[in-house]
Antibody, heavy 115, light 107 residues
Framework: EVLLVQSGGGLVQPGGSLRLSCAAS????????FSWIRQAPGRGLEWIAY????????FYADSVKGRFSISRDDDKNSLSLQMNSLRAEDTAVYYC????????WGQGTLVTVSS | DIQMTQSPSSVSASVGDRVTISCRAS??????LAWYQQKPGKVPKLLIY???NLQSGVPSRFSGSGSGTDFTLTISSLQPEDFATYYC?????????FGQGTKVEIK
């Protein structure tokens, strides 16, 4: 069974940092590409970051470019999102997802940026 | 960036109705379009990929069509469990983008 289990998240002050993780199981992690997708409260879905298999290619949405960093550890079957210089508008539920099309998603984790 | 525009933004329908949701892209997507269903507080679920391919396990009352810039999601006979928000999404070029969503509500 394909599983993506997220951890991290929580409450952080504006300007602070947070790291999200996504632990994968049930498939050959190194063979797949991944994305992070977020959803602000009451809003639609927003793709924010992508990493290729092997990790050599990454892309970011303009809204997070220069502040967020996506990475992967194929030895640990783990995906990460390092979030720096957080803003109130980064408050959202964050999802990791495999491929696209995104058949497999993590359970989501809430990040709240507030003082 | 490729802009994705869905219409309508919301639709009120009854069980058994046929529901059609449109998605228009600002650039040619070929067929790199997917449709997702999301219920409140839940993870999005893939319904259709490559414009018209039904994801395994998704009921056959869901269908997708279109190519280029104009796409359609059709629910042939709306069921109670289909009341949700639907999103189209393109993966032709970065940044990958979603439509704003279409909420299907009970009439």
């Amino acid at each position: 069974e394909v599983l993506l289990v997220q951890s991290g998240g929580g409450l952080v002050q504006p300007g602070g940092s947070l790291r999200l993780s996504c632990a994968a199981s049930g498939f050959t992690f190194s063979s797949y590409e991944f994305s992070w997708i977020r959803q602000a409260p009451g809003r639609g879905l927003e793709w924010i970051a992508y990493i290729s298999s092997g990790g050599r290619t990454v892309f970011y949405a303009d809204s997070v470019k220069g502040r967020f960093s996506i990475s992967r550890d194929d030895d640990k079957n783990s995906l990460s999102l390092q979030m720096n210089s957080l803003r109130a508008e980064d408050t959202a539920v964050y999802y990791c997802a495999r491929d696209p099309p995104w058949r497999y998603w993590g359970q989501g984790t809430l990040v709240t940026v507030s003082s | 960036d490729i802009q994705m525009t869905q219409s309508p933004s919301s639709v009120s329908a009854s069980v058994g109705d046929r529901v059609t949701i449109s998605c228009r892209a600002s650039q040619d997507l070929s067929n790199w379009l997917a449709w997702y269903q999301q219920k409140p507080g839940k993870v999005p679920k893939l319904l259709i990929y490559a414009a018209s391919n039904l994801q395994s396990g998704v009921p056959s009352r869901f269908s997708g069509s279109g190519s280029g810039t104009d796409f359609t999601l059709t629910i042939s006979s709306l069921q109670p469990e289909d009341f949700a928000t639907y999103y189209c999404q393109q993966s032709t070029s970065f940044p990958w983008t979603f439509g704003q969503g279409t909420k299907v509500e009970i009439k």
